[in-house]
């Protein structure tokens, strides 16, 4: 017998410290797997962001950077810049990308950068105690919005998929989640193709992907899942927003 | 014989940055300064380098926290707002120990200010600026020969240490034309070795990590107080200063950038009136050329300050003597710049009343 | 015969792998003892049954789990 399915490569032995029923650690698991399937993990840069995942510099078996909050594009495009030949990722949460990140991901979006960013929707600040996102739906409970997000006061959550698909920058958007088999798979070949992007020198690719925060949401991790399945995903509707690959068919 | 141009400070700047083998340039326009990323656009292609018009300042420094860390000579330029926006990105890349070059072309402030020139950002620039314990390496050109060198001398400096280096120009510096001497040999980028600490994919060797968090208990302060002695280094070996006329002076101008050269006018016009003034010019305003300033202070009684702000340098200068000496002070904020007869005559009343 | 090995010390009792995940219902959170953490750890209940999908796998975000086949 021979083990099928373990740990891969593109992580290292560091036991993730996210909360039970994250999903961080299932993207984490995906991309380690993919560092690995497509032999990209020793040229690799990866660039982790502020909030819960600021230790995946921990967590990726790769040379990692953790730059100022928000600005893993930036900091992305100056080691892609520098070094061509590195494959650069940014994993960014949505208050690293859609808060203070926002400059830098829709110019780096529309210089169609050659980088594969990560997206991890999880419709809260998780790190820093449960605070309300941008990403946070109306009507949702935060320790910023205890009596729900009040659209009237604080507005409207941002659809990020939606809004780099108006810029003529980017190569690849697609919206996925972690919570079924059949969604993990999707959001599997969705990244594979954000990174074999950048290894045939394509562009830009980002991949959102709707993820559970238990924690943050007063949830079971099993609620969780069913809360993305049942309500995120209706605000956030998965599926491919930008895809230059069947456009030059 | 090398080749000798007339120039524009912001063009010297530039040429000195891709003579020193930098070939990474992201900033974002500001006047008095817009003269740099205009050439290096066009000096950047022609010598195949990176050159990227960013977003913002912020973006500008954490493009260049990634080259670094990529193992690449960087270098961004602005003038004092945008530095402010730098803040935090030095900080980290200063907490990473990486090196990168940024160029303050200073303008009148707080806030907007003006666009005229200034020695305000001083603080900002030698008392860390950011957040944290941390200093960056800040060197004051005076003349535009002086710009077209001192990027090699920062980029050398900064990556023996690990630890961005400033250098702090003002708009007058920036807009003045004057003669170049291309005084070195370019540095050919490929040249340049690979750091050690270089991020460039794990391929044949252990992953690296560039980062400047520690959360293991104890660990952050250890960094510290070993980034605390790679300071003391840095001040024990790197002090530069240019003194002018102090051995036999009974007061001692100190100033740098324009208003140094203001004051050798000033000095000049002294001397020829019989007044036996001296000039100390500190090249390096971090570390601060302390020592011989302390020296000096044994035996000169009066040192007259002159900055383009309400009073920073001074307090440098009231640390280095130890309060052994009167200090004067002539201050023009706001883009106000002295003048030699103004300084002139600040210098022969306090002569008047000297002991 | 697949074989679904769980880390016991590296589950943190999430109970993502047994809402329904596996085709065979074999996965639960063990009702009787914790990990050194503090979790109720996932067991097997019937290894004959496990047809090595992996499903529980795809779930699992340690991963605390091993599937052999």
Request: hydrophobic share 40%.
């Amino acid at each position: 017998m021979k083990k099928i399915f373990g740990r891969p490569k593109g992580l290292t032995d560091i036991l993730m410290r996210y909360c039970p029923g994250c999903g961080h650690g299932v993207v984490h698991r995906i991309i380690g797997e993919l560092l690995v399937e497509l032999n990209v993990r020793e040229r690799a840069v990866g660039i982790a962001p502020v909030g819960c995942s600021v230790f995946a510099d921990e967590y990726f078996n790769c040379d990692m950077i953790q730059p100022p909050h928000g600005r893993g594009p930036a900091v992305s495009t100056g080691i892609k810049r520098a070094r061509p030949e590195c494959i650069v990722f940014s994993y960014q949460g949505d208050g690293d990308l859609a808060a203070i990140g926002t400059a830098e991901i829709i110019h780096a979006a529309g210089r169609n950068e050659n980088i594969t960013v990560i997206f991890i929707n999880n419709a809260i600040f998780g790190m820093t105690g449960g605070q309300m996102a941008p990403t946070t739906l109306p009507g949702m409970r935060s320790t910023t919005s205890v009596k729900g997000r009040d659209i009237k006061k604080q507005g409207y959550p941002m659809k990020i998929c939606e809004l780099l698909s108006a810029l003529d920058g980017p190569y690849y958007l697609e919206r996925c989640a972690v919570t079924t088999p059949k969604n993990i798979i999707k959001t599997k070949k969705a990244l594979k193709t954000a990174f074999r992007n950048q290894v045939e020198n394509k562009g830009f690719s980002l991949v959102e992907i709707l993820s559970m925060c238990p924690t943050g949401w007063g949830q079971t991790p099993v609620q969780a899942k069913k809360w993305v399945e049942e309500v995120m995903s209706k605000y956030y509707p998965l599926g491919v927003f930008r895809n230059r690959a069947e456009e030059e068919k | 014989m090398a080749e000798k141009r007339l120039m524009y400070g912001n063009h010297a700047v530039v040429e000195g940055v891709i003579a020193a083998g930098c070939r990474f340039f992201a900033g974002y326009p500001i006047t008095p300064q817009n003269e740099i990323p205009e050439l290096m656009s066009i000096r950047m292609n022609e010598e195949g380098g990176v050159f990227i018009q960013t977003e913002s300042e912020i973006a500008a420094i954490n493009m260049l926290f990634g080259a670094a860390a990529a193992g690449k000579r960087a270098m961004t330029s602005s003038s004092s707002p945008g530095i402010s926006l730098m803040q935090e990105g030095l900080s980290y890349i200063a907490g990473a120990d990486m090196p990168v070059l940024v160029v303050n072309v200073i303008r009148g402030g707080p806030g907007l200010g003006n666009i005229a020139p200034a020695q305000s950002d001083y603080y900002q620039a030698t008392r860390g600026g950011g957040h944290g314990d941390y200093f960056t390496i800040t060197l004051a050109p005076h003349t535009v020969q002086d710009l077209f060198e001192f990027p090699r001398l920062a980029f050398e400096l900064a990556e023996k240490y690990r630890n961005p280096a400033l250098i702090l120009a003002d708009g007058l510096l920036g807009q003045m034309m004057e003669p170049v001497e291309f005084s070195f040999e370019p540095i050919d980028p490929k040249d340049l070795p690979d750091p050690e600490w270089a991020l460039s994919g794990c391929g044949g060797r252990e992953r690296r990590i560039v980062r400047s968090y520690d959360l293991k208990q104890g660990r952050l302060e250890e960094l510290n107080v070993l980034r605390s002695k790679k300071y003391k280094k840095i001040k024990d070996n790197e002090q530069r200063y240019d003194a002018v006329e102090c051995d036999d002076a009974h007061m001692v101008i100190v100033a740098y950038g324009t208003c140094a050269r203001v004051a050798a006018a000033a000095m000049r016009i002294a001397r020829e009136k019989g007044l036996k003034v001296g000039l100390f010019r500190p090249i390096t305003l971090w570390p601060f050329p302390s020592d011989v300033l302390s020296d000096m202070s044994k035996r000169i009684k009066n040192f007259l300050v002159v900055e383009m702000n309400c009073g920073q340098m001074i307090d440098d200068v009231k640390l280095a003597t130890e309060f052994r000496s009167k200090i004067d002070f002539l201050g023009r904020p706001g883009g106000g710049v002295p003048t030699p007869p103004e300084l002139y005559k600040k210098i022969e009343g306090i002569y008047g009343g000297m002991q | 015969m697949p074989e679904v090995k769980i880390l016991e010390e590296v589950c943190k009792g999430c109970g993502l792998c047994c809402d329904g995940i596996c085709p065979v219902d074999i996965l639960i959170l063990a009702p009787d003892r914790i990990n050194s953490s503090g979790y109720h750890p996932a067991e097997v209940t019937n290894m004959n049954k496990c047809t090595g999908c992996g499903y529980c796998y795809l779930v699992c975000p340690e991963p605390a789990i091993e599937v052999y086949k």
